[in-house]
Nanobody, 124 residues
């Protein structure tokens, strides 16, 4: 089964940019639907962005549309979350997740494999 590892989190100022990486091992990331989720303190884990397996189709939550983008590099077996124009309410632990069979999954329960998360803090 695939294992996922996130990296790239850190402290960024409001209006700044950050790129998160999700590196896969034990499986080929292009054969999975991969999603990014985030969990802010005291809140439920929420869907942020997804990319469809074996395709380049992407989809986003309304809260990040136009500011975040998701991409995949098959040669690195990795998926990325590019974040720009960041806001304090983007502060959260960000997780990547994968599943292999559904159509545009966006609920936590639909994903089978999860990374450990990487923390992003947006603050001046």
């Amino acid at each position: 089964q695939v294992q996922l590892a996130e990296s790239g989190g850190g402290l960024v100022q409001p209006g700044g940019s950050l790129r998160l990486s999700c590196t896969a091992s034990g499986g080929t990331v292009s054969t999975y639907n991969v999603g990014w989720f985030r969990e802010a303190p005291g809140k439920e884990r929420e869907f942020v962005a997804g990319i469809i397996r074996n395709a380049v189709n992407t989809y986003y939550s309304e809260s990040v549309k136009g500011r975040f983008s998701i991409s995949r590099d098959n040669s690195k077996n990795a998926v990325y979350l590019h974040m720009k124009d960041m806001k304090p309410n983007d502060t959260a632990v960000y997780y990547c997740a994968a599943e292999a069979s559904l159509y545009y999954p966006q609920y936590r329960s639909e994903y089978d494999y999860w990374g450990q998360g990487t923390e992003v803090i947006v603050s001046s």
